[in-house]
């Protein structure tokens, strides 16, 4: 099976279609999705009506849940905040109910699990070697036969691998062939807003026969994004991190 894994869409419409325009060329089986639908950019209800047609499985993040008031948003810094409550106001019944019924996280095909934050807890960040090894360890535990988990949140590219007691992060190249012992945590990067201090989407092809990972970047149409940010009344500040990557 192919699949396209792609995280942090964040309501950036000229994003997704870029990167879900380049999953086309790549004859994908899936589109899995690893949550943070939407926050931060304008486009709410295109970008979840996009991902209803497109047919991508999607779990929720905590943006989602905090736009859906599953969650309190006292925890968000004041800029996420002021877009989230602007996402609560704009984002359509519908749409909301499309988030809402959204896991948390998934097991797909037995093959491998797919989360917002970390295994154990979807809003954690896994931003270390000490983050990955506590992940490790929870999936030893708790996914005893699945040595892939792909997990997004801190919108930047990793890969972490394991073996008994020591972690290793080799996020260098483009191409990797994950090896059939040990195991893997990947991140795929933000489609909506990159913090890897590149410009554009980010986005993994994942072959499970080969256990191929490919990292992808995609160039976007920035300029309207931002345009349309500042005629939202949202926040600059999110329209001009995204000519900076952070
Ligand atoms: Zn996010």
Redesign the pocket.
């Known amino acids: 099976m192919r699949y396209a894994i792609i995280s942090?869409i964040?309501a950036n419409l000229e994003a997704l279609e870029a990167t879900l325009k380049d999953i086309k060329n790549q004859h994908v089986d899936k589109i899995i999705c690893l949550g943070?639908v939407v926050?931060y950019y304008p486009n709410p209800n295109k970008c979840v009506s996009l991902c209803k047609k497109s047919g991508l499985i999607s779990i929720r993040?905590?943006?989602d849940d905090a736009a859906l008031e599953l969650c309190p948003i006292d925890n968000f810094n004041p800029i996420a905040q002021e877009a989230l409550l602007w996402t609560a106001e704009h984002l359509k019944k519908e749409n909301k109910e499309w988030l809402q019924q959204l896991p948390d996280h998934l097991v797909v095909d037995d093959d491998f699990l797919a989360v917002h934050g970390s295994p154990w807890d979807p809003y954690a960040y896994i931003f270390s070697s000490a983050g990955a090894l506590r992940s490790f360890s929870y999936m030893r535990t708790n996914y005893p036969n699945i040595s892939i988990c792909f997990f997004?949140?801190t919108?930047q590219k990793a890969l972490y691998t394991s073996d008994e007691n020591s972690v290793e992060e080799v996020t260098r190249g483009r191409e990797y062939i994950l090896g059939n012992s040990g195991l893997f945590l990947i991140n795929p990067g933000?489609v909506g807003?990159s913090r890897d201090g590149i410009p554009g989407a980010s986005y993994i092809i994942y072959h499970s026969e080969k256990r191929g990972i490919e990292f992808r970047h995609i160039p976007y149409d920035i300029e309207t994004t931002q345009r349309k940010v500042r005629a939202a009344g949202l926040p600059m500040m999110l329209a001009e991190r995204l000519s900076h990557g952070y």
């Open positions: 942090d964040h943070d926050g993040g905590n943006h997004g949140h919108h933000s807003q």
